[in-house]
């Protein structure tokens, strides 16, 4: 099993950054790949991006290419998503997940443990 806590949400306006952070605990989090989603009121809970286990294959969606950037520190259990540029239609509950298989990576079903969210508002 692994447990996820994410961090580091909150409001902040247009054009403005936040630093999300996603800690594990319980089984060693370098055997999993990590990936975050978002999901707004209404919609469907969407990918956002992926990291591989060592850090060296990363992915995201086209609305947020050039704008989020994840990366990890496996020495401190922990997956982080940079979000810069930050636009209203990216108000969301971030969620971080956890995979130990190698199927889509932008499908939410191949992920095994989610954490619970943090909230991300921008206001415009």
């Known amino acids: 099993q692994v447990q996820l806590v994410e961090s580091g949400g909150g409001l902040v306006q247009a054009g403005g950054s936040l630093r999300l952070s996603c800690a594990a605990s319980?089984?060693?989090?370098?055997?999993?790949?990590g990936g975050w989603f978002r999901q707004a009121p209404g919609k469907e809970r969407e990918f956002v991006a992926y990291?591989?286990?060592?850090?060296?294959?990363?992915g995201y969606a086209d609305s947020v290419k050039g704008r989020f950037t994840t990366s990890r520190d496996n020495a401190k259990n922990t997956v982080y998503l940079q979000l810069n540029s930050l636009k209203p239609e990216d108000t969301a509950v971030y969620y971080c997940?956890?995979?130990?298989?190698?199927?889509?990576?932008?499908?939410?079903?191949?992920?095994?443990?989610w954490g619970q969210g943090t909230q991300v508002t921008v206001s415009s």
């Open positions: 319980g089984r060693t989090f370098s055997s999993y790949d």
């Open positions: 990291i591989s286990r060592s850090g060296g294959i990363r």
């Open positions: 997940a956890a995979r130990s298989g190698s199927r889509d990576f932008t499908n939410r079903a191949s992920y095994d443990f």
